[in-house]
């Protein structure tokens, strides 16, 4: 085997989302990724290293996060609904404990899910508002006119 470092990772998978931008899908157990807490599920992968990502496969960018054992790697993040990315400095590490994922704080998981519930609630209440049945009745907000 000579005198090659071993080569690791970060402990986590990525895989591009129907518009084929690169996303954090799974972080594994006892992964760097993980470790570090600042690295979510969902995340956009920006860059790696200071290299841009965009329009890279996931087989393409993986040979620039994999690296020695004990080297750092720059991950540059962008997380759903932010407007500023973060970058992370990750340690690489070997893998020993492969599995399921460990559960996500909960500000991570379930966004989307609850977002929806919540504006298909103010959707239902505002129909029941006066305005909001003369919107559905083709109406609108109507200027009372002064005088009487």
């Not at 992964?31 to 992968?45: V, Y």
């Not at 239902?124 to 305005?131: E, G, H, W, Y």
Request: glycine share 14%; charged share 25%; hydrophobic share 35%.
């Amino acid at each position: 085997m000579g005198d090659q470092p071993e080569v690791a990772g970060i402990g986590a998978m990525i895989k591009p989302n129907r518009y084929s931008i690169l996303k954090f899908c799974e972080l594994h157990p006892g992964g760097a990724a993980a470790a570090c807490g600042q690295i979510f599920e969902g995340d956009r992968l920006v860059s790696v290293d200071g290299v841009v990502c965009k329009g890279m496969t996931a087989e393409e960018v993986g040979p620039l996060i994999r690296g020695p054992v004990g080297s750092s790697v720059e991950i540059e993040v962008l997380r759903p609904g932010d407007t500023k990315t973060t970058t992370v400095s990750v340690v690489r590490q070997k893998i020993v404990n492969a599995g399921p994922a460990p559960p996500q704080p909960a500000h991570t998981k379930g966004i989307r899910e609850s977002l929806q519930a919540g504006a298909e609630k103010l959707k239902q209440a505002f129909a029941k508002t006066d305005l909001g049945q003369r919107m559905a009745a083709g109406g609108g907000i109507q200027e009372e006119e002064e005088g009487g």
